[in-house]
């Protein structure tokens, strides 16, 4: 019943290099959030953008829009051994600006090797 | 602040037992939301409450499942004959009103033997 799809589902990379995530949806996309879940431990909120914005930044984290595609990827700079983990995208199921059920992505599960 | 809590963090079961689950969100949060997450898979919603009032819970995958939230605070999912595929680990989140973004709890693993 998930609605999202992350590309790639697996990454692996050295530290220092970038590391990009696309999320796609069928449908429309209302707000999407990006989360991040480390082995054993919860989800983490990243980042939102809303679906007026194209572009938005957040330390070493940068959330692209493609509306051609229906997609926004999560682009990491700089990658450190601590960003292994699973990041999921997500997005709210019905209207934006009330708190509803995030429908997930299957999520990509990225490794950065020392 | 103290965040999203829940209790037990992990939990085996034998098939066809009763179990309950506990939440307890960032206090004054409005918004509570229980998911379900296989191992390998995303989260999976089952329901969301209101303050008390369980809006949306076409996420339950069955009538053994079942989640309150009486006063608006602590959340119970309680799930009642358990099976071997109930076996996930459960995650709560709770979000203030005028935000989306949802904060989770660490999850409990549950096991059903």
């Known amino acids: 019943s998930q609605q999202g799809e992350e590309d790639p589902q697996a990454l692996s990379i050295q530290e220092g290099e970038n590391a990009t995530m696309n999320c796609s949806y069928k449908?429309?996309?209302?707000?999407l959030q990006w989360y991040r879940q480390n082995s054993g431990r919860g989800l983490v909120h990243l980042i939102l953008i809303r679906s007026n914005e194209r572009e938005k930044h957040s330390g070493r984290l940068r959330v692209t829009l493609d509306t051609s595609k229906k997609s926004r990827s999560l682009l990491i700079t700089a990658s450190r051994a601590a960003d292994t983990a699973s990041y999921f995208c997500?997005?709210?199921?019905?209207?934006?600006?009330?708190?509803?059920?995030?429908?997930w992505g299957l999520g990509t599960s990225l490794a950065v090797n020392p | 602040g103290a965040g999203v809590s829940q209790s037990p963090r992990y939990k085996v079961a034998k098939r066809g037992q009763d179990v309950a689950l506990r939440c307890d969100p960032i206090?004054?949060?409005?918004?509570l939301f229980w998911y379900q997450q296989a191992l390998g898979q995303g989260p999976e919603f089952l329901t969301y409450f209101q303050n008390e009032a369980q809006l949306d819970k076409s996420g339950l995958p069955s009538d053994r499942f079942f989640a309150e939230r009486p006063e608006g605070s602590v959340s119970t999912l309680k799930i009642q004959r358990t099976q071997q595929e109930d076996s996930a680990v459960y995650l709560c989140a709770s979000s203030s009103r005028d935000y989306n973004e949802q904060f989770f709890g660490p999850g409990t693993r549950l096991t059903v033997l």
């Open positions: 206090s004054g949060h409005v918004s």
């Open positions: 997500a997005t709210v199921a019905g209207r934006a600006g009330n708190n509803r059920k995030l429908i």
């Open positions: 449908t429309s996309i209302n707000n």
